[in-house]
């Protein structure tokens, strides 16, 4: 039952509603010694807020993080990390409409049955907000990793019909793709960009709305993390991603592709290079039988389209009838932009986790 | 590190190499009152022996399964059910020229840089005969669950540029697929069978390997299963698909075209039917938010094709040399025929433990 | 290294520091349905802060308990519940001469060789401030264990020199017990706690301190709860008991005198009565094999008297110095009184745990 | 209910009825690189076996261990290691009469309430058997505990009435407490081992049994091991220790006799000495606020007499019948003499978990 803890070393639990007084995490298992305070992790809950292009809904979130404890005099001191961020945008009338109503696409149904009491205020725990308390983890893994020379970024590669060309974000350093997502669509690419804010008009005038993909690379992890055989970093990073509402998919490396692919062509060959392995190609994504390879690792998430939307519905209440519903409120018609930070940031926890454990591998 | 124990209350630890005198698993935390014995479990062990066809290598494997413990006049105690298979056909001499190389595309790198001293014997922990271990475990959790009224069965979508046409799985019964598909293939549908059988054959004279697609339904799970907010019945499938060697991504439902899919498309519209919640479509597959909502789970995991190829590959050696290396030994050109009952097994397990999970959701 | 939480289905998670700006915990699987409010939870709270006795100092702390989350229309959700204290009468500067000082018998310089870094202030996360967390959760713990007829109370048995009267506490009920109990060294006898509190004085004058022991009653626990063979109900107990800072020593049933008592006088006969498993006797405490029996449970933790005296001590610095130290600042001269609700605290939170583990006992 | 593993990073599963075919362990996390083999592990298991003495039965248990996997030409590869005992001596008839009743003082009647059905032979899982494999794995922590530096033993320091005189421990050596408990007591002097012999055959004649207590060292454990709050190093050996059936009270230090102590009679003193801290004295036993301080660790476990006496006892059945049994087959009259590598190897087995914990410590 207590499924909103992940971890196993570096230990995170997320708690709070979309409509309750706050929401937050305690980070159970962070080493001492990393420097740390608020401004080094709200920029991570920054890139996950609304901002002011189609791509998302007029309401404005703070999400300011405050730190409660396990960090003195600007260091963390080993001990629990609790983060609080507090809710200051929530308007509950909204949501009267649905408090005996099954939304169709969302959890409504699964929570009532498994439960059932249920805060149905904005999807209460179920919400999107839940990934905040995420994100501000995440941001501290993140921080613990480039400690250790591990770099990471995630970024938009589809939004809807929209696609990123074969291969662009290969061809860019994690530099450039941080420079080149900061637009709506957090796309490497502003054609792309363009595009998709065009699609996601589009279905916004229809009433409608939009999925995607977001990738996530990380440079700079040893051989050596992942703990076969059922905590693979491979199956790992598939729980984390899973994990998060509307990812329907998850691929590593090329992924669907390999299942069609020949042998002879999956294989990605070593060759002794200044001293160190490194391989020709990258089909594997830099896992191999559950372990990194010190290749980058690549992984990837694919998005359903966001569930609320504007067009009547059919659907069912909690007496049992049959019922047409028309959502209110405000929801993004695309929810892949604001996800990318919480995909990389559920990558940075998987790996420092992972990357911890590696630690007790030998004697 | 200890990552070979997979589960909450259903806890399966697994242990054994391929060359070594046995393997098998611990499962702890197994319910008293489960009629069992060794002919339940062992037919689904026999389903993941190699067969005789052009799919699969000439060795044989006994793997009869032995109850060793947690079992009393037929029952389940309550106490843990350890069951051993011993290893009978290994021949170690056939891996002599691997223990100091790398193999392309498999796990002797990072296994070799993570803990220093490996069995390179058939690849030792990281070879696919440790699913026997798991697949021993599945067929209880599937025996209980059973019990529930949930039944489950995976098979082959695809081999290789080979894949069963569009719907005609959700087409038949579970009894049908399980009827159907006891062809070399896996695949419920003579036809693509045989074609498959073909392309494996084909690539196999090429010296060559395939991946391939399996699916797995499970029909009878209640509304409600699965632990928002990172222990999701998707999320927990997703780490459990992503454990087996060789899975390179997991689709839910749709899974990836649901990213491109709009909202008005990918949402399952709820009525009323016979009293009972239903769904007009199952895009979801079945899972909402991270919990079953009572229709039919689909999940899928895509296998790349076998790294073990007999064309000579480009590699290095633990001494830091480039090399060539010709792959010797018994190979299965494609595992995926074998990895469907691993992928049944791994989906039962999930499962069941998220089932005893959701016993304590209410007061 | 994440040892801040407890438990495996009723999860803990405590966080704080004495002179950090709160404290609180996050309980990850609570079931749904039970009434909760703030209300309910403070009378255990007012419990734990410091009386106006020669028992403790003058300190005033609030300890207003907070619900942030996890709970809706009066109601839990079974998703996670935040609980925040916020600290308010914290004097840092008390603790300034302690900056790079280990006290004798306190956690300092444990902290300081495993962390490097450490909020000496008040003891920082040693502190025993940190146990509010724990009283807040055992709280709702054993709200719920009262759902299900379980109901608990601990109590001094000890102070320093002054000791209950053997028995005496056994022929009071629960409800007696707790009537009786108001007092400030919370000894279920008025004489023997206003000896308490002269042996309380008399250590204060000499600028010294004492210990004592508490003792846990559970009734109308069901036989069957306790996970053999690590798991059990008296191992989870002593887990819990000597989690708690200044415990060095847990007692189940008899304790120490049942190894030296023959077999004959120390097992307890069965008899039917009134449809019935009885017990003539209760040596075991309740719990045979990890087990409870039905009968009542008696669980006792001895407390080592307060190491923060007034007086002059020898001890070291973090620059490797001997040096004399005197300690500032307000602490106790019994930590004992102040630790009852704590030790029914964890002996709540574990005995729910246990109780809804056994709810998979069986198929 | 998964309650057959202990562990967090250096993970033990056993599993095994007394009566089955066999019974073992499988260690999950076990670092790569130590030397091992059977010859190694198989002094611990002979330390269990049953004498020849008047403390034991006349039952000859081979106990003889095999290593199934883990280990490759003689050195750990970091995979699970699984370890099997088989059962050789076990004669079930001598049961017959005990397969519908609960004998007091035994865990029968919690089984048979937990779990409905129960291998009543010999006790079945919750026999004194199981603790084999707890040695087993024991025995591997303390060998990687030795190259760490870390030293432990376990000795008797009561038997009845009849116990070591006080102190007589701490001035003996390990290795001289090592060789001076060789005895049928395990009792460090010779003297008190004959008084104890003495006593327990007395007890024998009436048919009566004894209890006892066994005193653990443990010696070079570095300061910093152990993970507050909740998984502090005294909370963990606690839970370790009361998972051995029949203990009844666990101390660590001074234990019991702290909490009638003074302040400054319990604190220990710091003073530098070669560069080094060190105490004056050790009443703590090792331990302050949860984690190792340098000095030599004491831990002492109290076990109850045997329950299985050759009285008629009045008891019940299944059935509900009040009745009268009289206990048949080998039961030891005392089992603190074979309990005592069990006290050391659960110990061992706390102890390596948290030292590999501690490596986390800082970033």
């Given at each position: 039952?207590?499924?909103s ?19 937050g995490?305690?980070?159970d ?23 002011t ?33 507090e809710?200051?945008?929530?308007i ?26 249920r ?14 308390a ?36 290969d ?11 900061t ?8 054609d ?80 002794m290079k ?39 519905q ?50």
């Amino acid at each position: 039952m207590p499924g909103s803890t992940f971890g196993t070393l570096f230990r995170v639990s997320t708690w709070g509603e979309s409509h309750g007084p706050a929401l937050g995490c305690v980070i159970d298992g962070c080493p001492a010694g990393l420097t740390l305070n608020e401004e080094l992790i709200q920029p991570y809950l920054d890139r996950r807020k609304p901002g002011t292009s189609a791509m998302t809904t007029a309401r404005s979130e703070a999400d300011k993080v405050r730190i409660l404890s396990g960090v003195f005099e600007g260091r963390t001191t080993g001990t629990p990390i609790s983060l609080m961020i507090e809710n200051t945008s929530q308007i509950s009338k909204d949501y009267g409409n649905l408090s005996d109503t099954f939304r169709p696409g969302h959890a409504d149904y699964g929570f009532y049955t498994k439960y059932g009491h249920r805060d149905y205020r904005g999807g209460g725990r179920s919400s999107g907000r839940e990934t905040a308390a995420r994100v501000a983890a995440g941001a501290v893994a993140a921080l613990i990793l480039e400690n250790y020379g591990i770099r990471l970024r995630a970024y938009t590669t589809a939004i809807g019909p929209v696609a990123l060309s074969d291969g662009l974000a290969d061809k860019l350093s994690l530099d450039e793709i941080s420079a080149l997502s900061t637009n709506a669509a957090c796309m490497p690419d502003e054609d792309s960009a363009a595009a998709a804010l065009k699609a996601v008009e589009a279905a916004r005038a229809e009433c409608d709305s939009l999925g995607g993909i977001v990738e996530c690379r990380i440079e700079g992890v040893p051989a050596g993390i992942g703990e076969p055989v059922f905590d693979k970093l491979d199956a790992m990073l598939g729980h984390a991603l899973f994990s998060i509402g509307a990812v329907k998919a998850v691929e590593i490396g090329d992924g669907i592709k390999a299942a069609a692919a020949k042998g002879s062509e999956n294989n990605d060959r070593m060759r002794m290079k200044d001293g160190d392995v490194s391989f020709d190609t990258n089909h594997a994504g830099g896992i191999l039988g559950g372990i990194s390879n010190g290749n980058t690792i690549l992984a990837r998430a694919y998005f359903k389209p966001t569930p609320s939307i504007y067009q009547p519905q059919d659907t069912v209440n909690e007496k049992g009838e049959d019922i047409s519903l028309t959502i209110k409120g405000r929801h993004d018609p695309v929810v892949v932009p604001r996800a990318v930070v919480v995909v990389e940031a559920m990558c940075a926890i998987t790996l420092l986790d992972l990357y911890l454990q590696n630690r007790n591998s030998r004697i």
